[in-house]
């Protein structure tokens, strides 16, 4: 199976995760993004997420896609629910 969009010569192969801002409650706590509209290459998207110590992420869910987190510096505590046994897991 052959994707279009990886066969083109115009396939974009860079972007800054920087330009599209998804949330800001100060200078020091925002979330960019980057999708495939950005960077046609990626399947998923990515995150940019700066958080000090006490803010949190509000509790969500995906029904079709799946969430990774990678910590450059510092420490973070996940949840994760899961819905057959009816209990939070950190």
């Known amino acids: 199976m052959t994707?279009?969009?990886l066969q083109s010569?115009?396939?974009t192969l860079c972007a800054d995760s920087n330009e599209v801002l998804n949330f800001k409650r100060?200078?020091?706590n925002y979330i960019t993004?980057?999708?495939g509209e950005q960077l046609p290459a990626i399947r998923t998207g990515l995150f940019n997420v700066h958080l000090t110590k006490g803010i949190?992420?509000?509790p969500h869910w995906h029904t079709n896609v799946t969430e990774l987190v990678f910590v450059i510096s510092g420490e973070v505590m996940t949840s994760v629910f899961?819905?057959?046994t009816q209990k939070l897991m950190n």
Request: hydrophobic share 40%; aromatic share 12%; glycine share 0%.
């Open 82 to 84: 899961d819905p057959f």
């Open 56 to 58: 949190i992420i509000q």
């Open 3 to 5: 994707d279009s969009i």
């Open 9 to 11: 010569p115009n396939l």
């Open 33 to 35: 993004q980057l999708f």
């Open 26 to 28: 100060d200078s020091h």
